[in-house]
């Protein structure tokens, strides 16, 4: 399996680390990059996440910032498809089964 981004995750991890970096630009550096490290672990565990009410969508929480990736698994194409990113204190754009 392999990572696609839709536009909009691609602009919801650019604005978290914006975001951060106004404050700390170390920090952003490590959240971005922690998101990703742990997107690794949806390539070897697709159906690691948690399904959603929405068919063909599932959630997963990154361990230690606690961002909610929402995505989607393409069998036919082999990708995981990597919908948003949000903090898990934000409203969310799906709801679990």
Do not use: C, W
Request: proline share 4%.
């Amino acid at each position: 399996m392999k990572l696609r981004f839709t536009p909009r995750a691609i602009a919801n991890i650019a604005a978290i680390a914006d975001y951060i970096q106004k404050e700390n630009p170390a920090a952003a550096r490590r959240v971005r990059s922690h998101i990703y490290d742990s997107l690794q672990n949806l390539i070897l565990f697709p159906r690691l996440g948690r399904r959603q009410k929405e068919q063909g969508v599932r959630k997963f929480i990154t361990p230690r910032y606690a961002y909610v990736i929402y995505y989607a698994i393409d069998q036919a194409e082999q990708e995981i498809v990597i919908l948003s990113v949000n903090h898990f204190a934000q409203k969310r754009e799906h709801d679990d089964l």
